[in-house]
Structure formats: C-alpha cells, structure tokens
C-alpha cells in the first residue's frame, strides 16, 4: 500500500464526512469500510449497536475481493465490479474502487430490509465519490 502522507489527513476528512452522510441517508446501512486491496484499513464507520473489528473487516474484504477478481478473470476474463454476500438477515456488497492511486474495496453491510438493488446504486455512488477525492 502506498504511504498516505499528511495531506490525506484532509482527505481522510472527506471519507468521514461522505460515509457519515451516507449513513445518515440510508438507515438499513450498518457498516461502510474503505480497505486497500492488500488488507489495510483506511476508513471505516459503523452503527453503534454491534462495533465489528475493522481490521477482520478489511481483511476479509481483502480475501473476498481477490477471489471475485480471480473467478471474474478466469470465468469472464474481466475484473470483477461488485460482489455480493446474502444472508437471511443481512447483505454485504464489496466495490473495487480507488483511493488516491491504491487499489481499494469499498464494503457495505446492509440488513435485509434494505433493498438490494438500491444498496448496489448508492453504494457505486459512493465509490465514485471516494475516486473522485
């Protein structure tokens, strides 16, 4: 991962603040983490009522994304997007993305009552927002 220096202190300003908003206008969102590729945690924010370690959550996203990668190459012969994980109470989208030239996964927990269509959109909104910072 590449070093952020102290500029991205402003930058990573902006990442509270986008997530925040983010939050407060989707209210079936529970986490939004902003992960390098390689597994390092740049942002994460969560609703108060279950705190989930940040770091198993930009390890995991890490994991999961590699694999989608991998089975997109080796399936489709593209770089995969987006990915989904669906349980019966909740869902989990990971977004390739990119933060000041690092290779990022974007991860959104939703509950279940969220609908899923409009999860992925708001939440390749948000990842083209944080390209955009």
């Given amino acids: 991962m590449s070093e952020l220096n102290a500029p991205s202190i402003l930058i990573v300003d902006d990442l509270k603040e986008l997530f925040s908003s983010y939050l407060k206008e989707s209210s079936d969102i529970d986490i939004v983490s902003l992960n390098s590729s390689d597994g390092f945690v740049i ?6 009522k279950e705190h989930i370690d ?3 959550i930009a390890a995991l996203s890490s994991t ?20 989904i994980v669906e349980t019966d109470e909740s869902h989990i989208l990971y977004i390739r993305t990119n933060y000041r030239d690092i290779d990022c996964v974007l991860t ?3 509950s279940r009552s969220s609908v899923l269509g409009e999860a992925r959109h708001s939440s390749l909104k948000v990842a083209e927002k ?3 910072i």
Avoid: C, M, P, Y
């Fill in 130 to 132: 944080v390209e955009a």
């Fill in 43 to 48: 942002h994460t924010l969560q609703r108060a």
């Fill in 64 to 83: 999961i994304s590699a694999l989608s990668n991998s089975l997109a190459k080796e399936v489709l012969g593209q770089d995969f997007k987006v990915s």
């Fill in 54 to 56: 940040e770091g198993k």
């Fill in 108 to 110: 959104v927990v939703g």
